[in-house]
């Protein structure tokens, strides 16, 4: 027992070093492009400056022709070409023909709310807290709606996504964090994707593919995917599509396989109460949270908007993209809970208060391979997205696993290239950095799947599902860097004009950004307390205090944005009018 003991603490320490390995190497992979990044931008801070003032002493003009300047070289992106919107009557109160043109971004946008992150959640949340938790899933579903409309309707009104806007409107060095802790958040979600697709593979394969392989893989079949767009959008937008009805379909299977009972699936849903539920309980209703709302998302959804062909002279074809966007959001994140709800449903039906030892013996019985798994104790079941293929294939038979492992492998897919295009956006909009296509998905990639690679390596499946806590935590702790940019840069005037935030939507989202962020601040306290390290407690108090002087800091130019003059005790912030694209200084790399 004593050695049993020794191999575990040796095994946890192992695991803790590969975390802290996790965050650090992407760090030093961020730094490298941080020196030559800063060098760039110092020497073109002045122009750049110059641009803004020359623009700011104008009147602002959201509504006519962008004024001539030097004209930027077409970058090969997701917006090579535009999708023309047809000539309707822009008096009709619908058309399908337009929702059809409009339909696209949001269910890329989607995908964020179907990555293996959210898949594990899910299924902890079933097994964990039965049906109780799903009006959270509801809840947060709704949230993350609502500020994906802000998103959407910065890059429709403005031509310009949060990335950018962000570049032009904070000062260098802010500007400079900022990005860092996009990136990491970007890194975070990234390698939850590839261990989702290297653990489907695994099972796909019946352990014949290696983790570290599935990693090998993901890496390649992710840059043959993000050429499809060469093809043209509509078919790179119809093959995510495709992605999305293979998991509606996989778990669609799993939840009729099952057979969940519809009266409690829809008291969870609706009723707020969860009776009997504890501190186990209330840590995975936070961690639905911290699943759904993702902050990378609201940079990509910000920027995939531009893909359509909207003239920003008119303000009634910038009104009417804005009502087509947000029904499109809506029909795509519908969409996206009725697959979470899935999954919840089918391991709160199956699984929820069965013990380790009741798994077992159904897996010896049948012959599973994995029986491992799952000691004979009488503590209760914890799943993973590996053990949920696992117990699936016990109870209902090899062809749930697989058809299981298929779902996966499509949230892993499509998540991790949405993933890239978020790197990519994020990347030329705060550093406006001009590379070539295969120059930003090799680093993006690199940034994400090295360390990975190296925990598939070392470590075994067990160990590889569970850095999801603590990737969690990372997403987490990075979402007021996507939330607080967001409100500040939609209540502006001077850069949204007529579509400003009202007074409603200034003080709702203000709350419901508090709220969401007191969430996952109460998640990351629970995840340092149970690290049981006073080494790790004083580094997280003096992370913590660098970590909120920069929120301090957001928030104070987000409450100047919503018309709280008196915090500008200086006069020192200023939030010029949008400069277009055509009208920006070069930044060349």
């Known amino acids: 027992m004593k050695n049993q003991q020794s191999s575990n603490n040796e095994s946890t320490s192992k695991l803790q070093q590969c975390e802290y390995c996790m965050t650090a190497v992407p760090v030093c992979f961020l730094s490298f492009r941080l020196a030559d990044a800063l060098v760039e931008l110092m020497k073109t801070e002045r122009d750049g400056n110059a641009a803004l003032e020359e623009s700011s002493s104008q009147e602002p003009e959201l509504y006519s022709p962008a004024s001539p300047g030097p004209q930027r070289e077409p970058i090969s992106t997701y917006f090579e070409e535009k999708v023309p919107i047809p000539e309707d009557d822009l008096t009709k109160l619908f058309s399908f023909r337009k929702l059809w043109a409009f339909t696209g971004p949001g269910f890329l946008m989607s995908i964020a709310y179907l990555d293996p992150g959210n898949i594990e959640s899910d299924l902890q949340s079933g097994a964990r807290a039965g049906f109780k938790l799903l009006w959270v899933l509801l809840g947060a579903t709704i949230i993350g709606l609502l500020l994906q409309r802000l998103a959407a309707r910065l890059g429709v009104v403005t031509g310009m996504h949060l990335a950018e806007v962000c570049n032009r409107h904070y000062p260098t060095v802010p500007r400079i964090i900022l990005w860092l802790m996009v990136e990491l958040a970007i890194i975070g979600s990234d390698m939850q994707e590839v261990i989702g697709s290297a653990i489907a593979l695994n099972l796909l394969s019946v352990g014949r593919i290696p983790l570290w392989a599935g990693v090998l893989i993901t890496i390649i079949d992710t840059f043959v995917f993000l050429f499809l767009d060469k093809y043209g959008l509509r078919k790179l937008e119809a093959f995510f599509g495709f992605l999305i009805t293979i998991m509606a379909l996989s778990f669609g299977y799993e939840y009729v396989r099952v057979a969940p009972n519809q009266g409690e699936v829809l008291k969870g849903m609706f009723v707020p109460y969860c009776s009997g539920c504890g501190p186990t309980q209330l840590e995975q209703a936070v961690g639905v949270v911290g699943a759904v709302i993702m902050p990378h998302n609201i940079y990509l959804h910000s920027a995939l908007v531009k893909s359509r062909d909207i003239n920003r002279e008119n303000k009634k074809e910038v009104k009417e993209a804005n009502k087509y966007y947000f029904i499109e959001s809506s029909i795509a994140l519908f969409v996206s809970f ?227 003059s008196r915090l500008d005790f200086r006069g020192s912030v200023q939030y010029p009018p949008a400069v277009l694209m055509d009208e920006q200084p070069e930044f060349d790399s």
């Open 338 to 564: 009725l697959i979470n709800v899935f999954v919840v449903a089918v391991f709160a039906e199956a699984f929820y208060g069965r013990t380790n030892m009741e798994v077992s013996l159904q897996c010896n019985e049948t012959g599973s391979a994995h029986s491992e798994l799952f000691p004979a104790n009488n503590e209760t079941l914890e799943v993973d997205i590996y053990k949920g293929g696992v117990v699936l294939g016990c109870f209902f038979g090899p062809a749930a696993l697989y058809i299981w492992a298929i779902g996966i492998l499509a949230a892993g897919q499509s998540s991790t290239m949405t993933g890239t295009y978020s790197g990519q956006f994020v990347m030329e909009g705060f550093l406006n950095l001009r590379w070539s296509r295969f120059a930003r998905v090799l680093l993006t990639r690199s940034i994400a799947i090295f360390p990975t690679l190296l925990v598939a390596v070392f470590q075994d499946v067990q160990h590889l599902t569970g850095m999801n806590d603590f990737l969690n935590v990372l997403q987490s702790m990075q979402l007021p860097f996507a939330l607080i940019p967001i409100l500040t840069f939609t209540s502006l005037t001077s850069l949204m004009n007529d579509f400003a935030n009202g007074l409603v939507w200034k003080i709702g989202g203000g709350l419901v950004i508090l709220v969401v962020c007191a969430i996952n601040m109460y998640f990351v306290v629970v995840y340092v307390t149970a690290l049981n390290s006073i080494v790790l407690y004083v580094f997280s108090a003096l992370l913590s205090i660098a970590y909120l002087s920069f929120v301090s800091y957001l928030v104070w130019r987000c409450l100047i944005a919503l018309g709280v």
